[in-house]
C-alpha cells in the first residue's frame, strides 16, 4: 500500500463549480501535511500547509482527518487557472522529507 | 526574493556518461531536500541535507549517485555512471529549519539517460 494515496482523476468541473479532492496517508505518525499544485512540466508550488483546525485561503479550505486519516482540499468557484496537478504531502515532524501522492488532476472547463 | 535555482534544466547523456546536477536554495534556507520523479510515479526523496551535514540520505537509489553540500550553501548531486533508469526529472527543495516542512522547489532538472 501506497504512504499517501490520491485519485489520479481527471477531474473536469466546468467554471464555477465545487471541486473537492481526498487524500490518504497509511503513516499514522506523520504530523504535517500539506497540498501542492504543480502544473505541466513545472515545480511543485507550495499552496496550503493542512492543520488540524482546517485553515481557509480564499477559495481554497483544507481540512484535515486524523481519525480516518486523510487530508481534503475543497476548491470553490473553479477557475479556468486553477487547472493543474494537486499534490498532497505529509511529513514526520519538522525537518524531515515530504512523502508525495501521485497527484490529482484538475480541469476547469470554459 | 529569489527562489530555488536549479542547472541544467535538461541533460541528456548517454548510458555510462557522468552528470552533475546543482541546486542553489533560497538564502538562508539550512535545509535542502532532493527529490526525483520518475515517470508515471509519485515525486520521492532522495536526501536531506542540514547545513553541508546528511541528515538522511535513505532514499538514494544506490552508491552511483553522489551528493554534496560544501559550506552549506549549494549543493551538487552527481550520478556516475548513469543508467537508463535514473531518466527523470530531479527536484530540490529548500526550507527555513524553524519550518522545516514549508518546502519551496526548485524548477527541476530532466535527465534523460540514453
Known amino acids: 500500500r501506497k504512504e499517501v494515496e490520491q485519485d489520479p482523476g481527471p477531474f473536469n468541473v466546468p467554471e464555477g463549480a465545487t471541486v473537492a479532492f481526498n487524500c490518504t496517508y497509511s503513516n499514522s505518525a506523520s504530523q504535517s501535511f500539506f497540498w501542492y499544485r504543480q502544473d505541466c512540466r513545472k515545480e511543485p508550488k507550495l499552496l496550503m500547509s493542512?492543520?488540524?483546525s482546517g485553515n481557509e485561503d480564499g477559495r481554497f479550505t483544507a481540512q484535515l482527518n486524523r481519525a480516518s486519516q486523510y487530508i481534503s482540499l475543497l476548491i470553490r468557484d473553479s477557475k479556468l487557472s486553477d487547472s493543474a496537478t494537486y499534490l498532497c504531502a505529509a511529513a514526520y515532524s519538522g525537518n524531515t522529507p515530504l512523502v508525495f501522492g501521485k497527484g490529482t488532476r484538475l480541469s476547469v472547463i470554459a | 526574493e529569489a527562489g530555488v535555482t536549479q542547472f541544467p534544466s535538461h541533460s541528456v547523456i548517454e548510458k555510462g556518461q557522468t552528470v552533475t546536477l546543482r541546486c542553489d536554495p533560497i538564502s538562508g534556507h539550512d535545509n535542502l531536500y532532493w527529490y526525483r520523479r520518475v515517470m508515471g510515479k509519485e515525486i520521492k526523496f532522495l536526501l536531506h541535507?542540514?547545513?553541508?551535514?546528511?541528515?538522511?540520505e535513505s532514499g538514494m537509489p544506490n552508491n552511483r549517485f553522489l551528493a554534496e553540500r560544501t559550506g552549506g550553501t549549494y549543493s551538487t548531486l552527481k550520478v556516475q555512471p548513469a543508467e537508463l533508469e535514473d531518466s527523470g526529472v530531479y527536484f530540490c527543495?529548500?526550507?527555513?529549519?524553524?519550518?522545516?516542512?514549508?518546502?519551496?522547489f526548485g524548477p527541476g532538472t530532466r535527465l534523460t539517460v540514453t
Open positions: 541535507f542540514v547545513k553541508e551535514s546528511k541528515q538522511d
Open positions: 493542512v492543520y488540524s
Open positions: 527543495a529548500s526550507s527555513h529549519l524553524a519550518r522545516g516542512n514549508e518546502q519551496y
